[in-house]
Protein backbone atom coordinates (compact mmCIF):
# COMPACT_ATOMS: atom_id res chain seq x y z
CA UNK A 1 0.00 0.00 0.00
CA UNK A 2 1.17 3.26 -0.91
CA UNK A 3 0.44 5.95 1.40
CA UNK A 4 0.69 9.55 1.42
CA UNK A 5 1.93 12.00 4.20
CA UNK A 6 1.33 15.16 4.11
CA UNK A 7 3.38 17.91 6.00
CA UNK A 8 7.27 16.42 6.82
CA UNK A 9 7.04 18.24 10.19
CA UNK A 10 7.41 15.86 13.20
CA UNK A 11 4.17 14.58 13.45
CA UNK A 12 4.56 14.08 9.41
CA UNK A 13 7.76 12.07 10.25
CA UNK A 14 6.65 9.88 12.88
CA UNK A 15 3.57 9.25 11.14
CA UNK A 16 5.68 8.19 7.75
CA UNK A 17 8.54 6.51 10.00
CA UNK A 18 4.90 3.92 11.59
CA UNK A 19 4.18 2.64 8.02
CA UNK A 20 7.51 2.63 6.46
CA UNK A 21 8.80 0.35 9.56
CA UNK A 22 5.40 -1.98 8.96
CA UNK A 23 5.76 -4.37 5.75
CA UNK A 24 3.88 -3.82 2.66
CA UNK A 25 3.65 -0.30 2.72
CA UNK A 26 5.33 2.17 1.46
CA UNK A 27 5.22 6.37 1.41
CA UNK A 28 5.34 9.45 -0.42
CA UNK A 29 6.66 12.28 2.73
CA UNK A 30 5.61 15.46 1.05
CA UNK A 31 5.49 19.17 1.62
CA UNK A 32 4.57 22.53 -0.08
CA UNK A 33 8.53 22.73 -0.67
CA UNK A 34 10.97 19.79 -2.38
CA UNK A 35 13.44 20.99 0.74
CA UNK A 36 11.19 20.78 2.86
CA UNK A 37 9.84 17.16 2.21
CA UNK A 38 13.83 16.32 1.65
CA UNK A 39 14.52 18.19 5.17
CA UNK A 40 11.67 15.47 6.88
CA UNK A 41 13.78 12.86 5.24
CA UNK A 42 17.13 14.33 7.08
CA UNK A 43 15.73 14.05 10.01
CA UNK A 44 13.93 11.11 9.63
CA UNK A 45 17.68 9.12 8.92
CA UNK A 46 19.44 11.03 11.68
CA UNK A 47 16.99 10.30 14.48
CA UNK A 48 17.49 6.02 13.01
CA UNK A 49 21.43 6.81 12.83
CA UNK A 50 21.42 7.90 16.57
CA UNK A 51 19.64 4.07 17.02
CA UNK A 52 22.21 2.62 15.19
CA UNK A 53 24.91 4.56 17.47
CA UNK A 54 23.20 2.91 20.85
CA UNK A 55 22.82 -0.38 19.09
CA UNK A 56 19.78 -0.23 18.84
CA UNK A 57 19.06 -0.79 15.19
CA UNK A 58 21.26 -1.58 12.10
CA UNK A 59 22.40 0.04 9.48
CA UNK A 60 20.82 -2.22 7.16
CA UNK A 61 17.08 -2.00 8.70
CA UNK A 62 18.05 1.38 8.66
CA UNK A 63 18.25 1.56 4.96
CA UNK A 64 15.53 -0.91 4.24
CA UNK A 65 12.88 1.95 5.72
CA UNK A 66 14.15 4.99 4.68
CA UNK A 67 13.68 3.43 0.90
CA UNK A 68 10.25 3.19 1.83
CA UNK A 69 10.16 6.94 2.08
CA UNK A 70 10.63 9.34 -1.09
CA UNK A 71 10.15 13.15 -0.36
CA UNK A 72 8.55 15.71 -2.55
CA UNK A 73 5.50 17.20 -3.55
CA UNK A 74 2.04 16.25 -3.50
CA UNK A 75 1.20 16.95 -7.12
CA UNK A 76 3.90 14.96 -7.78
CA UNK A 77 3.74 11.69 -5.67
CA UNK A 78 -0.09 11.25 -4.51
CA UNK A 79 -2.08 10.29 -8.02
CA UNK A 80 -1.58 6.62 -6.96
CA UNK A 81 -1.51 6.48 -3.53
CA UNK A 82 -3.92 4.08 -1.70
CA UNK A 83 -3.94 6.42 1.54
CA UNK A 84 -3.40 10.00 1.96
CA UNK A 85 -3.00 11.45 5.66
CA UNK A 86 -2.52 15.02 6.17
CA UNK A 87 -0.43 16.31 9.03
CA UNK A 88 -0.61 19.86 7.80
CA UNK A 89 -0.93 23.10 10.76
CA UNK A 90 -3.89 22.76 13.07
CA UNK A 91 -5.94 25.36 10.95
CA UNK A 92 -9.20 24.89 8.87
CA UNK A 93 -8.61 26.43 5.90
CA UNK A 94 -5.13 25.25 5.64
CA UNK A 95 -6.49 21.72 5.94
CA UNK A 96 -9.48 21.85 3.82
CA UNK A 97 -7.10 24.39 0.73
CA UNK A 98 -4.79 21.15 0.71
CA UNK A 99 -7.40 18.27 0.74
CA UNK A 100 -9.42 20.20 -2.10
CA UNK A 101 -6.08 20.22 -3.86
CA UNK A 102 -5.19 16.28 -3.41
CA UNK A 103 -9.05 15.62 -4.67
CA UNK A 104 -8.32 16.88 -8.04
CA UNK A 105 -4.67 14.58 -7.89
CA UNK A 106 -5.62 11.40 -6.34
CA UNK A 107 -7.02 8.19 -7.35
CA UNK A 108 -10.95 8.06 -6.90
CA UNK A 109 -10.49 4.85 -4.29
CA UNK A 110 -7.70 6.52 -2.40
CA UNK A 111 -8.74 7.19 1.51
CA UNK A 112 -8.51 10.63 3.02
CA UNK A 113 -7.47 10.78 6.31
CA UNK A 114 -6.85 13.72 8.63
CA UNK A 115 -4.18 13.87 11.64
CA UNK A 116 -6.61 16.72 13.15
CA UNK A 117 -6.37 16.86 17.33
CA UNK A 118 -9.52 18.86 17.68
CA UNK A 119 -11.08 19.81 14.34
CA UNK A 120 -14.19 18.97 12.87
CA UNK A 121 -13.49 16.29 10.46
CA UNK A 122 -17.14 16.66 8.81
CA UNK A 123 -16.23 20.20 8.38
CA UNK A 124 -12.91 19.37 6.40
CA UNK A 125 -14.00 17.27 4.44
CA UNK A 126 -17.11 19.22 3.28
CA UNK A 127 -17.32 19.41 -0.55
CA UNK A 128 -15.10 16.68 -1.74
CA UNK A 129 -15.96 13.95 -3.88
CA UNK A 130 -15.11 11.24 -1.20
CA UNK A 131 -15.35 10.80 2.06
CA UNK A 132 -12.98 11.82 4.97
CA UNK A 133 -12.19 10.17 8.40
CA UNK A 134 -9.92 11.30 11.43
CA UNK A 135 -6.89 9.69 11.82
CA UNK A 136 -5.59 11.43 15.24
CA UNK A 137 -1.94 9.77 15.75
CA UNK A 138 0.21 10.76 18.84
CA UNK A 139 3.51 12.36 19.27
CA UNK A 140 6.05 10.61 18.75
CA UNK A 141 3.64 8.93 16.16
CA UNK A 142 5.73 5.97 15.16
CA UNK A 143 5.93 4.94 19.14
CA UNK A 144 2.88 5.94 20.75
CA UNK A 145 0.26 2.86 20.37
CA UNK A 146 -3.12 5.16 20.44
CA UNK A 147 -4.46 6.04 16.99
CA UNK A 148 -7.97 7.95 17.53
CA UNK A 149 -10.28 6.93 14.80
CA UNK A 150 -13.08 9.76 13.92
CA UNK A 151 -15.59 9.66 11.62
CA UNK A 152 -17.77 12.35 10.15
CA UNK A 153 -21.36 12.84 9.54
CA UNK A 154 -20.31 11.66 5.95
CA UNK A 155 -17.86 9.08 6.83
CA UNK A 156 -19.33 5.27 5.73
CA UNK A 157 -18.63 2.69 7.88
CA UNK A 158 -16.11 0.55 5.21
CA UNK A 159 -13.84 3.76 5.60
CA UNK A 160 -13.85 3.37 9.25
CA UNK A 161 -13.49 -0.21 8.87
CA UNK A 162 -10.56 0.15 6.40
CA UNK A 163 -8.87 2.51 9.07
CA UNK A 164 -9.37 0.28 11.89
CA UNK A 165 -7.56 -2.38 10.07
CA UNK A 166 -4.33 -0.58 8.83
CA UNK A 167 -4.27 0.95 12.23
CA UNK A 168 -3.50 -2.60 13.62
CA UNK A 169 -1.32 -3.17 10.96
CA UNK A 170 1.11 -0.55 11.92
CA UNK A 171 0.74 -2.08 15.28
CA UNK A 172 -1.85 0.64 16.82
CA UNK A 173 -4.56 0.49 18.69
CA UNK A 174 -7.48 2.45 17.03
CA UNK A 175 -10.38 3.65 19.53
CA UNK A 176 -13.26 4.88 17.21
CA UNK A 177 -14.11 8.64 18.75
CA UNK A 178 -17.60 10.25 17.84
CA UNK A 179 -16.67 13.84 16.19
CA UNK A 180 -16.83 16.71 18.89
CA UNK A 181 -14.18 19.32 19.26
CA UNK A 182 -10.61 17.88 20.83
CA UNK A 183 -12.38 14.31 20.83
CA UNK A 184 -10.84 12.32 23.83
CA UNK A 185 -7.59 12.42 24.91
CA UNK A 186 -6.94 16.45 23.93
CA UNK A 187 -10.14 17.16 25.72
CA UNK A 188 -9.05 15.90 28.91
CA UNK A 189 -5.06 16.51 28.73
CA UNK A 190 -5.38 20.27 26.89
CA UNK A 191 -7.17 22.13 29.49
CA UNK A 192 -4.81 20.36 32.12
CA UNK A 193 -2.08 22.17 30.52
CA UNK A 194 -3.62 25.01 30.12
CA UNK A 195 -4.66 24.86 33.99
CA UNK A 196 -1.20 24.21 34.98
CA UNK A 197 -0.51 27.97 32.60
CA UNK A 198 -2.90 29.55 34.91
CA UNK A 199 -1.05 28.22 37.99
CA UNK A 200 2.17 29.37 37.24
CA UNK A 201 0.74 32.85 35.68
CA UNK A 202 -1.31 33.07 39.17
CA UNK A 203 2.18 32.53 40.79
CA UNK A 204 0.84 29.53 42.90
CA UNK A 205 4.20 27.78 42.02
CA UNK A 206 7.05 27.92 39.77
CA UNK A 207 7.91 25.61 36.93
CA UNK A 208 9.62 22.60 38.20
CA UNK A 209 6.68 23.20 41.39
CA UNK A 210 4.19 22.43 39.06
CA UNK A 211 5.68 19.70 37.35
CA UNK A 212 7.10 17.67 40.19
CA UNK A 213 3.73 18.17 41.74
CA UNK A 214 2.31 16.50 39.14
CA UNK A 215 4.65 13.87 38.58
CA UNK A 216 5.19 12.71 42.09
CA UNK A 217 1.29 13.28 42.98
CA UNK A 218 -0.17 11.61 40.33
CA UNK A 219 2.96 9.57 39.08
CA UNK A 220 2.54 11.53 35.67
CA UNK A 221 5.46 10.37 33.69
CA UNK A 222 5.97 14.20 32.80
CA UNK A 223 4.79 17.50 34.15
CA UNK A 224 1.82 19.34 32.25
CA UNK A 225 4.50 22.56 31.85
CA UNK A 226 7.22 20.20 30.68
CA UNK A 227 4.15 17.85 28.34
CA UNK A 228 2.97 21.56 26.77
CA UNK A 229 6.76 22.27 25.65
CA UNK A 230 6.58 18.81 24.04
CA UNK A 231 3.59 19.27 22.66
CA UNK A 232 4.02 22.81 21.07
CA UNK A 233 2.37 25.69 22.81
CA UNK A 234 1.31 27.01 19.89
CA UNK A 235 -0.75 23.53 19.38
CA UNK A 236 -2.01 23.44 22.66
CA UNK A 237 -3.60 27.45 22.32
CA UNK A 238 -4.57 26.33 18.92
CA UNK A 239 -6.65 23.20 20.56
CA UNK A 240 -7.68 25.03 23.16
CA UNK A 241 -9.22 28.04 20.80
CA UNK A 242 -11.09 25.30 19.01
CA UNK A 243 -12.29 23.98 22.29
CA UNK A 244 -13.61 26.94 23.65
CA UNK A 245 -15.22 28.13 19.86
CA UNK A 246 -16.95 24.73 19.54
CA UNK A 247 -18.47 25.10 22.78
CA UNK A 248 -18.48 28.13 24.31
CA UNK A 249 -17.86 26.91 27.62
CA UNK A 250 -15.62 29.56 29.84
CA UNK A 251 -13.36 26.56 30.70
CA UNK A 252 -11.59 26.18 27.56
CA UNK A 253 -10.38 29.94 27.85
CA UNK A 254 -6.84 30.11 26.99
CA UNK A 255 -4.63 31.16 29.53
CA UNK A 256 -3.26 34.46 28.80
CA UNK A 257 0.25 33.31 29.40
CA UNK A 258 -0.03 30.48 26.92
CA UNK A 259 -1.16 33.31 24.15
CA UNK A 260 1.28 35.49 24.88
CA UNK A 261 4.27 32.79 24.74
CA UNK A 262 3.08 32.11 21.24
CA UNK A 263 3.19 35.30 20.25
CA UNK A 264 6.41 35.83 21.45
CA UNK A 265 8.03 33.21 19.69
CA UNK A 266 8.48 30.72 22.19
CA UNK A 267 6.20 27.59 21.27
CA UNK A 268 8.51 24.88 23.54
CA UNK A 269 10.99 22.12 22.44
CA UNK A 270 10.59 23.01 18.94
CA UNK A 271 11.17 26.81 19.13
CA UNK A 272 14.03 26.07 21.84
CA UNK A 273 12.26 27.88 24.98
CA UNK A 274 8.86 27.67 26.66
CA UNK A 275 8.51 27.06 29.75
CA UNK A 276 11.72 25.15 30.11
CA UNK A 277 14.65 26.52 28.25
CA UNK A 278 16.24 23.88 26.21
CA UNK A 279 19.91 23.99 26.17
CA UNK A 280 22.67 22.63 23.57
CA UNK A 281 23.73 19.78 26.11
CA UNK A 282 19.45 18.44 25.65
CA UNK A 283 19.37 19.61 29.24
CA UNK A 284 16.62 21.92 30.41
CA UNK A 285 16.26 24.54 32.53
CA UNK A 286 12.70 26.08 33.63
CA UNK A 287 12.32 29.51 32.07
CA UNK A 288 11.66 30.77 35.79
CA UNK A 289 14.58 29.64 37.35
CA UNK A 290 17.17 31.62 34.93
Known amino acids: MKVGVIGAGTMGQGIAKAFAQTEGYEVALCDIKQEWAEGGKDKIAKGYGRLVEKGKMTQEAVDAILAKITPGLKEDLCADCDLIVEAAFENMEVKKTTFSELDKIAKPECIFASN ?16 MIGMHFFNPADRMKLIEVIAGV ?17 GKTPVQVNEAAGFVVNRILIPMINEAAFIKMEGVSDVAGIDAAMKLGANHPMGPLELGDFIGLDICLAIMDVLYNETGDSKYRACP ?12 VKSGKGFYVYNADRTKTPVDAE
Open 257 to 268: LIRKMVRGGNLG
Open 154 to 170: NTPAETVEAINNISKEI
Open 116 to 131: TSSLSITEIGNGLTRP
